[in-house]
């Protein structure tokens, strides 16, 4: 019994153990430990994350380390990221640490698009670690130029990620990442799912880009890997891409061009499935107009809907697909 009267039961240690020990024998290998009120009372998670480490977990996320704030289910998905992530991560640090040696310092941008030491590096901290970095390069890159009013537009093989600043670097410390709540310092940046990979369709009577997306692997149809139609690809239809300029890196001796042929077939079949009596190159521009349109409004959503007046801003463009479509 406490001075003020509360009673403190103390945890079972054994039952922690037999529960931990079955779990280890079962193949898991990563825990994430969330106690409700351990914001303020931390020392029972001490006690279940010593006695997982005991038992052998290679992994022990405890959430009053992770992220020591109120409110258990964000403190919760935020310790569960953690403990799936981490060891992900330190397997890659710890091979680019031992590929560098000991000469360089080796840090690592983290979501907030501050650096941090690898052996700090956490995976709470490296789910926006990259379009962070592109945040923190578009911004200098401005400065330099003369610009302080800065959209980033960073378009990749997935999605498209766009950011605001206007002299100060725009954060946000609770979020939602694929559909999982995050407690963790972030850039605020706002995802469509408009990259180059973005699937192509014409369903329900419309024009339909993504939100699934080709990946690397089939990839779209012009990596004549049997992928489907892909923005990357109406960009080649009209004429954005030009294959013969193209890395000869395609095919099963990757020593063949993006394969016009196979995409212009695809169009021609799409065109008259669509009859409307629109050329292939019109549908194809009529995907491109979709995927321009989605990314538009991301950047009216970070801006405009924010009372933000983008006139006298600049776009900074960058990613693998930004010039085609800036």
């Not at 093989?157 to 605001?164: E, K, L, N, P």
């Not at 990314?295 to 697909?321: D, T």
Request: hydrophobic fraction near 40%.
């Amino acid at each position: 019994v406490r001075a003020d009267g509360t009673i403190e039961v103390p945890p079972d240690r054994e039952a922690i153990r037999r529960d931990l020990t079955k779990a280890y024998q079962d193949g898991i290998r990563s825990v994430a430990i969330v106690f409700m009120h351990a914001w303020k009372f931390p020392e029972h998670e001490k006690l279940a994350a010593e006695v997982a480490r005991d038992v052998g977990f290679p992994q022990v996320s405890v959430s009053h380390e992770v992220s020591p704030l109120i409110k258990l289910v964000g403190r919760g998905d935020t310790t569960v990221v953690d403990a799936y992530l981490s060891p992900i991560l330190r397997r890659y640090v710890d091979q680019i640490a031992e590929d560098l040696g000991t000469g360089p310092q080796l840090m690592f941008m983290q979501s907030s698009g501050g650096l941090t030491a690898a052996e700090l590096f956490q995976g709470k901290d490296a789910i926006l670690s990259g379009p962070a970095g592109g945040v923190v390069g578009a911004v200098e890159t401005a400065r330099r130029a003369g610009f302080t009013r800065v959209i980033g537009f960073d378009m990749g093989g997935t999605s498209t990620d766009v950011s605001h600043y206007r002299g100060e670097y725009e954060r946000a410390f609770e979020t939602e990442v694929a559909g999982v709540r995050m407690r963790a310092p972030m850039m605020r940046i706002h995802t469509v799912a408009a990259g180059g990979g973005s699937i192509l369709k014409y369903e329900q009577g419309r024009y339909q880009v993504g939100p699934q997306s080709a990946g690397a692997d089939p990839g779209p149809a012009s990596y004549r890997r049997g992928g489907p139609l892909a923005v990357t690809d109406a960009n080649l239809m009209v004429g954005k891409l030009l294959s013969d300029r193209f890395p000869k890196i395609f095919g099963q001796n990757r020593d063949q061009s993006l394969d016009v042929d196979a995409v212009r077939g695809a169009f021609v079949r799409l065109a008259a499935d669509i009859g409307d009596g629109r050329t292939p190159e019109e549908v194809a521009d009529g995907f491109l107009q979709i995927a321009v349109a989605n990314m538009a409004n991301a950047i009216k959503k970070i801006s405009v809907e924010r009372g933000y007046n983008v006139a006298s801003y600049a776009l900074n463009c960058f990613g693998g697909a930004g010039g085609q479509h800036a």
